[in-house]
């Protein structure tokens, strides 16, 4: 068995290595080069140096608001997802009636695209403030909640899944093990329970913190920047640097290359972080 598959592994394993390099990898390796060139298209870019990175963080204002506001938007989002999300888990692992249909009712929401969820709570959320005479896009503020509202409704279902999974595979003997011992419901949660769900929680805050500040769509539709620039997050700045201001590919290809660093930093120091939290059962 083991020598027919390494004998056929690559023959399979082929097709899908090659799509990987032809849809991931040169393009990767093209953007990173683009990012230091100035070009309208590719077969004319000009190698400039670091010029487009001195731009973006020095002449370019709406980067580093967009970023501070895609931090903040994170951490809140972040925080509220995956607490509402565990504490739900927690209700549907109970002897609560009627657990599949919640946890159908509360995941199907992570099923609509980003663009059409976006245009929904833009509806939602502008009947409720048309009543004092306001729109979403009045004061940032509306904005920013507007997202984090939007955003907890479209994962929180996602995440309690997965923490669902968790919860479930807890052993009941040391459980019921603690509970001989005297130990309270806050005490087992806290000493039993949280310890063993850490794998779920690594993968959930991944998820989480990625989805959050690669925000894009939800963005655009919800707020598209309004009021000014100041609810637009990395993506949509970069999205409108690239597409809607002349001779700035290079400081939007910039931006894409800063991005990627930064994010890529900061979702692998939370595994690392999370992952030495974990416990074996």
Do not use: H
């Not at 504490?87 to 695209?113: D, H, S």
């Not at 894409?256 to 939370?270: D, E, K, P, Y």
């Amino acid at each position: 068995m083991n020598k027919s598959l390494k004998k056929y592994f690559p023959i399979f394993a082929l097709p899908t290595i090659v799509a990987f390099v032809i849809s991931f990898v040169i393009p990767f390796i093209m953007g990173l080069y683009l990012s230091f060139t100035k070009f309208n298209t590719v077969t004319d870019a000009e190698w400039i140096g670091l010029k487009n990175y001195i731009t973006a963080f020095a002449n370019d204002t709406t980067f580093l608001q967009s970023l501070w506001f895609t931090v903040k938007f994170t951490v809140v989002s972040v925080i509220t997802i995956n607490v509402i999300a565990f504490i739900l888990a927690l209700l549907l692992t109970g002897t609560l009636k009627g657990t599949n249909l919640f946890r159908t009712v509360f995941f199907m929401p992570n099923l609509i695209g980003g663009i059409v969820l976006g245009y929904i709570w833009l509806s939602i959320i502008n009947s409720f403030l048309y009543n004092f005479d306001l729109t979403i896009t009045y004061d940032a503020k509306y904005g920013f909640w507007g997202l984090v509202i939007m955003m907890n409704w479209q994962l929180i279902g996602y995440m309690m899944i997965i923490y669902i999974a968790g919860i479930q595979n807890v052993p009941v003997e040391l459980i019921e093990a603690a509970k001989i011992d005297g130990a309270s419901r806050f005490q087992i949660l806290r000493k039993v329970t949280l310890p063993l769900v850490m794998p779920s929680a690594t993968i959930c805050l991944f998820l989480t913190l990625t989805n959050s500040f690669k925000l894009f769509d939800q963005n655009l539709a919800l707020t598209n920047g309004a009021p000014g620039e100041s609810t637009t997050m990395v993506a949509l700045d970069i999205y409108k640097t690239f597409y809607s201001r002349m001779g700035w590919e290079g400081v939007g290809q910039a931006k894409a290359v800063i991005f990627f660093l930064i994010v890529g930093i900061i979702a692998i120091t939370q595994v690392v972080l999370t992952r030495r939290k974990e416990v074996e059962s």
